[in-house]
């Protein structure tokens, strides 16, 4: 499944986007807050260097929960599948208990 390669590259992306804004964050001026123009700006290119990686797992996320399902569908060969005894034929004539 190519998706799963794209899913792990775009999370591999956003772990390192997410690690350069940290440090872009920590070196920004004291005074630089939320709200102030050298703040916002800074976090505004770090969403729009995001934007391409979530795109990609919005596009090929489904992947993950389609695995999921065929796993939980799939005989598990830790569990063999349940065997079935014949129930033992009964005389036609067999005396009821009252």
Do not use: N
């Not at 956003?14 to 709200?35: C, F, M, N, V, Y």
């Not at 969403?47 to 919005?58: K, Q």
């Amino acid at each position: 499944m190519y998706q799963l390669g794209v899913l792990h590259a775009a999370l591999d992306q956003l772990d390192a986007l997410h690690d350069q804004w940290q440090a872009t964050r920590d070196s920004l001026p004291a005074h630089a807050k939320p709200g102030t123009p050298a703040y916002d700006d800074a976090l505004a290119e770090h969403h729009a260097e995001c934007w391409s990686h979530l795109d990609d797992w919005a596009a090929h996320g489904h992947a993950l929960a389609e695995i999921h399902t065929a796993a939980r569908r799939a005989p598990s060969p830790l569990a063999p599948p349940p065997t079935t005894t014949a129930a033992r034929a009964t005389s036609r004539f067999s005396k009821v208990r009252r």
